[in-house]
């Protein structure tokens, strides 16, 4: 029997969840209920949500949604995020993914979307549709008693500000509102809709596999009295022979507004008593924490990994949605076998923002579609691609123009996974 690769209607969103759970190795015994596929689906859009089926069975889901990126410069773009995407182990590698990404990305190059995003589950997977990683983040642990901040100083820092425990429905309220300003500064970051704080604060509903522990919610508030800093994390409960707490706190989220806040949410969370063992959580990988700790060594990296992946869709309204280090033109051939964001652009930089449009000017720079994705918020050096191989100078000195042109002081950061 042939398969059928096409949208779900609403009353196959159950049979697409539990295919989901098969691709993701999270298997239900029984479909998801009506009020967690309401929660989850109730406002998504179907013609975006693909299912293969084999004899009324859903083999494979793919799926996207809009979301809000926040590029170079503050501004953000609507990206094509893509998500969900499974093909059971009786279906793969006969082309599944491939068909539903292709039929995906055209309708996004269709609806006039500048960029696709994801996080990819493997390496290997995306980059052969355009896509290039273009953040990475990093995990630390933290060994307390090496870490040299002051245990006697674990509530309230010096300058002013001060910690404050607070509750679920807190961060549900406030929560948005730091999540927004961090958005409006720092490249990489993904919207977050009012699902995901409900999700992240225990009142969502919840799938079979999903658990949930309550944790601790902590807000730094500056002298102001305007909170600046959220925190969240778990902790564990491990106590060794002789009695002695060992307990390792794990931070679900932290954002900090200002390096003040941080700070002060690091300094508390190595300043609790029993909590021998801080887990960072993904952070930037040039995050301020290792090197504010007095003894930076105490905090070993435990993951560094490529995190969110784009893929260009319309190069010239990307790159003209963030801004540049220093004013330059530059031609950039890029190559997209799919057809979907190739041609020759002419790149009028500066600080306030950019032109690009297309041009018959001879090239400074040629790149694939994937190799300009992992340029674009500034996170790879172009210098870098070019000595492997994935780009090529054109006229000396343009690797260098381009550095100096695209890069960013701080690196960009996803905190999400969608
Ligand atoms: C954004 C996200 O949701 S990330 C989550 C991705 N999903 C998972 O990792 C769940 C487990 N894996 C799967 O469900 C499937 O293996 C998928 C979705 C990754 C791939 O689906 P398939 O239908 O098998 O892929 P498809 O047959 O279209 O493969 C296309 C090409 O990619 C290659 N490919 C596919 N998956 C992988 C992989 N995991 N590693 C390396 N190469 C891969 C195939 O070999 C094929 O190469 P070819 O064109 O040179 O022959």
New binding site residues.
């Given amino acids: 029997m042939s398969l059928d690769v096409r949208p779900v209607t609403r009353s196959e969103i159950a049979d697409w969840m539990k295919a989901v759970g098969v ?2 190795l999270t298997p239900a015994a029984e479909k998801p209920g009506e009020e967690l596929v309401a929660d989850r689906f109730g406002d998504a859009d179907l013609s975006r949500m693909q299912g293969v089926f084999d004899a009324g069975r859903c083999v ?1 889901t793919f799926r996207s949604f809009a979301q809000q990126l926040t590029v170079v410069g503050g501004a953000t773009v609507t990206a094509d995020a ?7 182990p009786t ?9 539903m ?1 292709a039929t995906d990305l055209a309708a996004a190059k269709e609806r006039g979307e500048v960029v696709a995003s ?5 390496y ?3 980059g ?1 549709y355009g896509f290039g990683p273009a953040s990475w983040t990093a995990e630390w642990e933290i060994s307390v008693a090496r870490a040299g901040l002051d245990p006697r100083r674990s509530g309230q820092p010096a300058d002013g500000g001060r910690i404050e425990l607070v509750d679920g429905a807190d961060v549900r309220k406030t929560g948005p509102e730091v999540h927004a300003a961090l958005a409006a500064r720092h490249p990489g970051v993904v919207g977050r809709g009012e699902r995901w704080w409900r999700t992240r604060t225990g009142v969502a509903p919840r799938a079979e596999h999903e658990t949930w522990t309550e944790p601790f919610y902590v807000v730094h508030r500056a002298a102001n009295g305007e909170v600046d800093g959220l925190l969240v994390y778990g902790v564990d409960d491990k106590w060794g022979d002789s009695k002695q707490p060992l307990n390792t706190a794990s931070v679900r989220d932290m954002i900090a507004l200002n390096p003040a806040a941080e700070r002060a949410l690091w300094h508390y969370l190595c300043s609790v008593d029993w909590i021998t063992t801080v887990r960072s959580g993904y952070r930037a990988p040039d995050d301020l924490l290792p090197l504010l700790l007095p003894d930076p060594r105490a905090a070993r990296m435990v993951t560094h990994a490529d995190w969110l992946w784009l893929r260009m869709l319309d190069v010239p309204r990307a790159l003209e949605a963030r801004t540049y280090a220093v004013e330059a033109s530059l031609v950039l051939d890029v190559r997209d076998p799919a057809g979907l964001a190739g041609g020759r652009f002419l790149l009028d930089a500066s600080d306030s923002g950019a032109r690009c449009t297309p041009t018959t000017r001879s090239a400074d720079l040629a790149l694939d579609a994937a190799e300009l994705a992992t340029l674009y918020l500034g996170d790879e050096s172009v210098r870098r691609l070019v000595d492997l191989g994935r780009a090529d100078e054109l006229r000396p000195g343009a690797a260098t123009t381009a550095d100096a042109v695209f890069r960013t002081g701080r690196r960009p950061w996803c905190p999400d996974v969608f």
């Fill in positions: 691709g993701f494979a893509v998500t969900g995407v499974t093909v059971s279906h793969r590698r006969r082309g599944l993914l491939s068909r990404m994801l996080i990819a589950a493997e290997p997977i995306y052969r």
